[in-house]
């Protein structure tokens, strides 16, 4: 789920749309189906994004509600998304995170979007990738952090935890991990 003006954006697994509520009286105002179970999804206005579990990023158009591209290039489930400025990160069950550019311009120009670098490292499924402080972190399932310089793909630092990571989140210049 996500809240973006007001309006929560939120997956049906059953139906296979997203449902869009009034924040205020929780109306369902909208819907629209997918292509797949989502496991993130992330806006830039006018964009939504959503990680699919089929390897694919749907791209749809919040002003029609139309689906309008598909970002394809991971070998497995899509896990969660980050977006800064027009960059769109995903981590994947393939071991990969993917940076793309999600301009408007190449959200709606005539060619599929490739994938503007793909970052190697991780043995196991990365299950979630951050930006703090400039850095790109990335934790997967055998317990491994790596922190990336963003613009290389450089692994600046790696370390294990002694469990799977499923979230990290920085604030104030610390950074915390859940399991």
Known sequence: MIIHENLLYSTDYGSGKVKIYNLHDFELINSFPVLGPCFDMVISYPFIFSACWNKIIEVVDLRT??????????QSIVNKLLIRNDILYSCSADKTIRKWDISEESIHGDMSIKAMFIYKGHSSKVTDVVMINGKLWSGDENGDILIWEESTGVILESFKLGFPIKNILGHNDQVYVSK
């Open 65 to 74: 509600y139309e689906k309008v591209q598909v970002l394809r290039g991971h």
